[in-house]
Nanobody, 115 residues
Framework: QVQLVESGGGLVQAGGSLRLSCAGS????????MSWYRQAPGKERELVAV???????NYADSVKGRFTIYRDNAKNTVYLQMNSLKPEDTAVYYC?????????WGQGTQVTVSS
């Protein structure tokens, strides 16, 4: 059974930093493209960042230069380093694993950025 567990969310002031982690189990982690999504209240879930199995990355324009996605396959974990946080980054952040069109989601972790 595939499980993804996010951690690292919390309350931070604008301009601060957080690092989110997503630990996977029950899957061959290195095969999967890993993504971070977020969903703010009243808004649709949006893609924040993705890292492929070969390490290529891509980011939403709104987070480029501030967020960094990286993975440690030995630990079955993907990270999202978030710097220079803004109030508009407030959302529930979810990680997703994708392989051969099979998607698995974590339960989400709340990030709140105060102004």
């Amino acid at each position: 059974q595939v499980q993804l567990v996010e951690s690292g969310g919390g309350l931070v002031q604008a301009g601060g930093s957080l690092r989110l982690s997503c630990a996977g189990s029950g899957l061959t982690f290195s095969w999967y493209a890993m993504s971070w999504y977020r969903q703010a209240p009243g808004k649709e879930r949006e893609l924040v960042a993705v890292i492929t199995s070969d390490g290529s990355t891509n980011y939403a324009d709104s987070v480029k230069g501030r967020f960094t996605i990286y993975r440690d396959n030995a630990k079955n974990t993907v990270y999202l380093q978030m710097n220079s946080l803004k109030p508009e980054d407030t959302a529930v952040y979810y990680c997703k694993a994708r392989f051969n069109r099979n998607d698995y989601w974590g339960q989400g972790t709340q990030v709140t950025v105060s102004s």
